[in-house]
């Protein structure tokens, strides 16, 4: 198993810029890491999760549905041209990865989301780059290929065959991982703490069991100033809205993210709104995802990546939620 | 329980892509409301079944998800009943014979003829619930040999905001229907013959219904089936016996915008066409 | 893709993100900047759409000259040269003062530089102000009375430091909402809120106390507070006695505020007002947050000294986590302020009265003989075309049709002017009224520089292009310049204008681009090498000893009557911002409210037959708008609340013009109105 510098790294994605959109987490102008291409900014593999969602690349925050031309020729977009590369992936990034796969390909295709999506490469990052060094869980599979950082070089490891042509090319010499290193690190990762999982398992049984008095709710609601950050921030978040504007003679018919934390979300032409009070906006947030989906799905939407606690200005994420429930209602 | 509907029509490539269809006629059924007959193109058939919707489009205006008024049955072609409720269906109405508009679907969950044959119905409606009504109705009149007893229910606010007024006459004369109608009121020096003066939970109590071999189905304004379900009940039907049909803000109408949610249930795949066992305990469904 | 760090164009909170921008050169998203000391990685709901408006098919493209009664596309030599020719035209024929400019609070603090430069140094007005006057002109002319500096004491930081704080005229979570969520989190953090304000907005859930008073008796109530503050020996007497002057005084005009006078005022009750004194006294820090509910009466400046007061005689200025805090509305309206787009200052409050300031404007500028006489401001500009003796009005980025009182007032006003020029980025109700309309950039088009309420100096960045012909405002007020013989408004970037404000405008002295490239600094920032200043007036203040100014309480202009029985106030919504021309283009804003509408009590409601979301029609002496009713108990009884985002029920048809003495802001948030069902 090969393990690589930052700098070998960034030559390998470089080198892969002609076959591929590259996509990687870079250091922009003040200090912001984004999934961004290596003219953006400097590498920054290091430093935890990206704060954007790195879904966004497959299911960006503005997209054409179709267009239609001056001729009134329909205009639909087909598979990207260059196939996209996403390096940044973690762990708890991947599990979103994989369920909106699935939730985008079922029942029905949204082709739009797949056009970026199939022939794509994922590469996953754990290990010890996380926020001030804390360690990242190790993925174990879910990507093409996961980098794992063993506090000097990244150790490579490829998950599909398409990783492990790629990771072929990647030029570090004399590099092999000692014997036991990824041992040691896997240790490492299996004996994280639980405890933000735990908690957000206990509230989910909470709220199925009916635990969850509505008081709360509204307690909960009256904190939220509707700045709809949690969704747009969430990698599991799939909502959009869907509206066509007229530009230079063509018409495109454009989705935008879109959040349930808004009035006019569910709002109906009658006015009738299932939705109509911030409380069963609220409740739906939370309740969706350790809920409604279990019931769906089989399992909890919320992966536990933490973005929403860190983009809620008025500390009502879902941890910070979760935690309040687990507290008063246990 | 999970809950997933398996797509009725082989999948296109492009999901969100409208297909273009022309109008062959406009009429007017109120003020408010406009029946557009379309035909697909090169003589396909829409290939619905009743209480299906498709997403109807005019570019430049949106999209918007309208229920089929008319039974496969009659073949050749499809009908919308669309209020003019705001900017995409205010656009529909000033389109007219020979237009073009864009159909995806039929999408959702339809009133499931083969579940309901040998059945009596009861077939409940209010206001604009009418429009998706019909499509079942149409089917009734066309095939009344699959069914037993057949009672239309409807109520509107005012005579002149009632739908379909002549098929209402039309079914009224129909020996394969019992019908009874009923408007909220009657303004100014109006007079209203066709039925009663009151809500349309009214026409329930008097009714004569054999509680076993019955369905009833129900759709109308989203205030209308609390009180509907109630007297239903007080007749001794069950939960398994009635079906409903939701309105909810649709987008895509394929279960990915996430508009139509009803906690596990999209409206627009598990839906529009519930039983009322599978949505009663959901919040916010009824 | 690309992204580029810029400032959100909304409120004045100053949060930065960035924008995205495809391979196309259109913008396709926004993402927050983690690192930014104020936004943190959030943003607000405008903030996330704030790419949205910028691609809408309606933007403004190309010139536009009326011919024959049209306005017909033009190109932008023929469009420039008409200008200069027409306002040299008016100003030949009626002197100077017979042409006045609208600056504006959307545009960056170099283009309000060149705005009030081309006035005075080209045209040699003074008659140029910009919608500040319509928000904080109260601020700005009480604090500088006061204090000797007229902005926000503060930091956005401050908040969190607070022991108590008092926000009063200020829905913080809707038009400032990052900042409101730093109350929440004070609140939650253990410091005492008080909501002196009679909606029922969000931060009145968390509030210790909830004073929900007549509106219009803001002095009665702060006069109230202070009397207890005296009488039960809660005031910082050291600090009084160090720095401050003129206690006497205040101690004889709220000698009669009695709790149980002030009571009866604010119809409140006296309990209330002790209460309210001892919990702000008795904070170790406590803070004053307000803004328009205070700043936008008759009264708009004695409001805001007594806020001032109210901060001295408890010792609260000077020191984190207290001052007197205004939030300013608009992106840069502190900037268009500082900048000089005001009719009695030049950049950074020099007086034009002042001849030594002048003659140093002379010599900076190479021209002679500028004006020495205080100009016309939004207002009085206003009431001077309508009564003809101002004859022409170039208006940038603004929108006077709605924004201004009285809008048929407003309308008499342009349609009187020999020439009115409009440049925007869309179509408003003033284009419409417009002899040229100019396109312009948008904030995602140009580079330059924002102040945040905060006084914070932050950059504003090029993310795509200007669509069709548009061109950002510096370089349209340059070109006309030079068409006006005048070339010392060459400039090659707005960095180079920015050099040029640094050397005479000594608040902004150290604030050159490279300095300010990844965190901006907050003014006073006299030279190269100061840190900035988070907190004013420490030790001192700007005007020496701070001065207590007591005011009398007066009641509004027009209170309600037999004929007009509600109170209507008008102000914003979360989801739109102003005159709706950029939110009401962002869909899921517009979706959010789409229709105007007006609060109104449920009792009210009740009384005159008025069912939520039916519309109803409310009239003032002004006129009457019809709107959807909603019945809230948010307002009052007795009270009704529109915004004016909207050009179809625009609640500018019924305010009221009259205006303070002192500031010239007009009363938007009392006027008599009538309310019935249609
Ligand atoms: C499954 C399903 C089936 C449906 N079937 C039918 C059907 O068969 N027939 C039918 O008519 N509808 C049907 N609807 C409802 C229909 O989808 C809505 O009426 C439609 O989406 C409205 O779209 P719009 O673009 O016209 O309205 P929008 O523009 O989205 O308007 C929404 C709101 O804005 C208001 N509004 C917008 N513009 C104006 C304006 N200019 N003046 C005043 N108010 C305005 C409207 O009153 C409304 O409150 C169905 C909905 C669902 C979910
Ligand atoms: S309409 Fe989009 S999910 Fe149902």
Redesign the interface.
């Known amino acids: 198993m090969k393990r690589a510098t930052t700098e070998q790294l960034r030559t390998f994605f470089a080198s892969l810029q002609t076959e591929f959109d590259v996509y990687v987490p870079v250091k922009l102008h003040d200090g912001t890491r984004v999934l961004g291409s290596l003219s953006e900014g400097p590498l920054a593999l290091e430093g935890g999760k990206i704060p954007q969602k790195p879904t966004s690349v497959f299911f960006p925050q503005f997209d054409k549905v179709f267009v239609v031309d001056e001729q009134s020729k329909f205009q639909m977009a087909g598979p990207v041209a260059k196939p996209i590369m996403v390096v940044g992936f973690t762990a708890q990034d991947l599990d979103c990865l994989e369920f909106i796969d699935k939730f985008f390909s079922e029942n029905y295709r949204d082709d739009i989301y797949f056009n970026k999506r199939d022939g794509s490469v994922v590469v996953g990052v754990s290990g010890r780059c996380g926020k001030d060094g804390e360690f990242m869980k190790i993925a174990g599979g879910k990507c093409d290929i996961e980098l794992i950082y063993d506090g000097e070089r990244f150790v490579v490891q490829a998950y599909t065959d398409k990783g492990r042509q790629l990771s072929e090319r990647l030029v570090a010499p004399d590099s092999e991982a000692p014997a036991g290193l990824m041992d040691a690190l896997s240790r490492e990762s299996d004996a994280l703490p639980t405890d933000d999982e735990d908690t957000i398992d206990k509230a989910s049984d909470l709220i199925r069991a009916g635990k969850v008095p509505e008081d709360f709710w509204d307690d909960i609601a009256s904190r939220c100033i509707a700045c709809t950050s949690c969704n747009l921030a969430c990698p599991t978040c799939t909502c959009f809205e869907v509206y066509d504007r007229k530009q230079n003679g063509k018409m495109v018919r454009q989705r935008i993210w879109d959040s349930c934390q808004l009035d006019g979300f569910m709002r109906e032409a009658s006015g009738h709104n299932p939705s109509g009070r911030q409380m069963q906006r609220t409740h739906r947030r939370i309740h969706h995802k350790l809920a409604a989906d279990v019931e769906r799905w089989g399992h909890k939407t919320c992966m536990v990546c933490g973005r929403c606690d860190d983009v809620c200005p008025t500390e009502i994420g879902m941890k910070s939620v979760c935690k309040m429930i687990v507290e008063r209602f246990s | 329980?999970?809950?997933?509907?398996?797509?009725l029509r082989r999948?296109t490539?492009?999901?969100?892509?409208p297909i273009p269809c022309k109008i062959v006629s406009v009429r007017d059924l109120t003020p408010m409301e406009k029946l557009f007959r379309i035909q697909m193109p090169d003589g396909q058939e829409l290939g619905h079944k009743p209480g299906q919707f498709i997403q109807l489009?005019i570019?430049?205006?949106?999209?918007?998800p309208i229920s089929v008024a008319s039974s496969p049955t009659r073949r050749g072609y499809f009908e919308l009943g669309v209020?003019n409720?705001?900017t995409l269906?205010g656009a529909l109405h000033h389109l007219s014979e020979g237009d073009e508009v864009g159909i995806r679907g039929p999408f959702g969950t339809f009133f499931d003829v083969e579940k309901l044959a040998g059945k009596d119905l009861l077939l409940i409606s209010g206001g604009c619930g009418l429009a998706p009504m019909r499509s079942l109705i149409q089917y009734c009149q066309d095939r009344p040999e699959e069914f037993g007893k057949i009672t239309i229910l409807y109520g509107a606010k005012t005579p002149s905001e009632r739908l379909f007024k002549e098929d209402l006459v039309d079914w009224a004369r129909s020996p394969a229907f019992a019908c009874k109608y009923a408007v909220d009121c009657v303004p100014g020096d109006g007079c209203f013959d066709e039925g009663e003066i009151g809500l349309i939970t009214v026409l329930i109590p008097p009714l004569k219904i054999d509680v076993q071999k019955t369905i009833a189905v129900i759709v109308g304004?989203?205030v209308m089936y609390k009180f509907v379900i109630a007297e239903l009940k007080k007749k001794g039907m069950t939960e398994e016996q009635i079906i409903v049909s939701l309105?909810?803000?649709m987008?895509?109408g394929?279960?990915?915008?996430?508009?139509?949610?009803?906690?596990?249930?999209y409206c627009c795949?598990d839906g529009p066409v519930f039983w009322l066992n599978q949505i009663s305990g959901l919040?916010?469904?009824i | 893709m690309r992204r580029t760090l810029t400032t959100c164009p909304y409120c004045g909170t100053g949060c930065q993100f960035y924008l995205v921008t495809n391979g196309e050169g259109k913008l396709v998203g926004v993402e927050p900047s983690s690192n930014h000391v104020v936004s943190k990685g959030q943003l607000c709901v405008k903030g996330w759409n704030a790419f949205n408006f910028a691609n809408h098919p309606d933007r403004l493209t190309v010139p536009l000259v009326r011919k024959n009664g049209n306005l017909v596309e033009a190109s932008w030599d023929e469009a420039l040269d008409l200008i200069a020719t027409r306002l040299k035209e008016v100003q030949d024929a009626h002197g100077n003062d017979s042409v006045a400019f609208f600056s504006s609070a959307k545009t960056t603090n170099e283009e309000n530089y060149v705005m009030m430069k081309l006035a005075r140094a080209v045209f040699k007005t003074n008659n140029v102000d910009h919608c500040a006057r319509l928000c904080h002109s109260s601020t700005v002319a009480g604090l500088a009375a006061t204090f000797g500096s007229g902005a926000m004491t503060n930091s956005i930081s401050c908040v969190e430091k607070a022991d108590c704080i008092l926000v009063t005229g200020s829905n913080t979570t809707e038009q400032h909402p990052l900042i409101g969520t730093r109350i929440i989190n004070a609140v939650k953090g253990g410091a005492k809120l008080i909501v002196a304000d009679n909606r029922k907005i969000r931060l009145a859930n968390f509030a210790d106390m909830h004073i929900r008073w007549e509106n219009g008796t803001d002095v009665a109530f702060l006069n109230g507070l202070m009397h207890v503050i005296i009488k039960e020996g809660l005031a910082d007497e050291e600090f009084i006695r160090t720095r401050t002057e003129g206690f006497d005084k205040l101690k004889e005009v709220v000698e009669e505020f009695t709790p149980e006078r002030t009571a009866e005022i604010c119809k409140i009750t006296p309990v209330e007002v002790e209460k309210a004194a001892r919990m702000f006294a008795g904070a170790e820090r406590a803070m004053i947050i307000y803004s328009m509910g205070i700043t936008q009466h008759t009264h708009g400046v004695d409001n805001v000294k007594s806020c001032a007061n109210l901060a001295m005689l408890t010792g609260n200025v000077g020191k984190e986590g207290t001052g007197v805090n205004p939030l300013r509305g608009q992106n840069n309206v502190q900037g268009a302020c500082d900048l000089g787009a005001l009719p009695n200052v030049y950049s950074g409050y020099q007086k034009v009265t002042d001849d030594g300031v002048r003659a140093k404007f002379e010599k900076a500028w190479g021209v002679q003989d500028l004006p020495g006489n205080v100009g016309l401001t939004v207002t009085t500009a206003i009431n001077a075309a309508a009564d003809g003796t101002l004859k022409a009005l170039y208006v940038m980025g603004e929108n006077p049709m709605m924004s201004d009182p009285d809008q048929h007032h407003v309308r008499d006003a342009l349609e009187k002017l020999d020439f009115l020029v409009v440049q925007d980025i869309f179509p408003t109700p003033t284009t419409k009224l417009a002899d040229v309309v100019l396109p312009a950039a948008c904030f995602a088009e140009k580079d330059g520089t924002f102040t945040s309420t905060e006084r914070r100096v932050q950059r504003v960045r090029k993310a795509c292009d200007p669509p069709g012909q548009a061109r950002q405002d510096w370089e349209i007020l340059a070109d006309l310049a030079r068409r006006m013989g005048y070339d010392g408004l060459t400039y090659s970037s707005p960095k180079e204008i920015m050099d040029e404000i640094t050397r005479v405008t000594p608040i902004y002295g150290g604030m050159q681009y490279d300095r300010i490239d990844q965190v901006g600094l907050q003014w006073p920032c006299p030279n190269r090498d100061h840190p900035g200043t988070p907190v004013l007036h420490v030790g001192k203040f700007a005007r020496g000893l701070g001065l207590f100014s007591p005011a009398e309480y007066r009641p509004s202009a027009e209170l309600p009557d037999d004929e007009y029985p509600f109170v209507l106030s008008t102000g914003r919504c979360y989801f739109h911002f102003h005159t709706g021309t950029m939110t009401r283009r962002s869909r899921l804003l517009d979706r959010e409210e789409r229709f105007p509408y007006v609060e109104v009590h449920p009792d009210d409601a009740k009384r005159l037959n008025i069912h939520d979301r039916f519309p109803v029609m409310v009239s003032t002496r002004r006129g009457e708008v019809k709107a959807l009713a909603r019945v809230s108990d948010i307002v009052i009884p007795g009270h009704l609340f529109m915004t004016f985002h909207f050009e179809e029920g625009a609640a500018n048809v019924l305010t009221n013009n009259a205006l303070d003495p002192v500031a010239k802001i007009p009363e938007y948030k009392v006027c008599a109105a009538q309310i019935r069902g249609v």
């Open positions: 329980m999970s809950v997933i509907t398996k797509p999948e490539e492009h999901l969100y892509l489009s570019l430049g205006y949106g999209e918007a209020r409720a705001g269906t304004p989203p309105e909810r803000y987008k895509c394929v279960g990915k915008c996430g508009h139509c949610a009803i906690e596990h249930l795949l919040r916010g469904a």
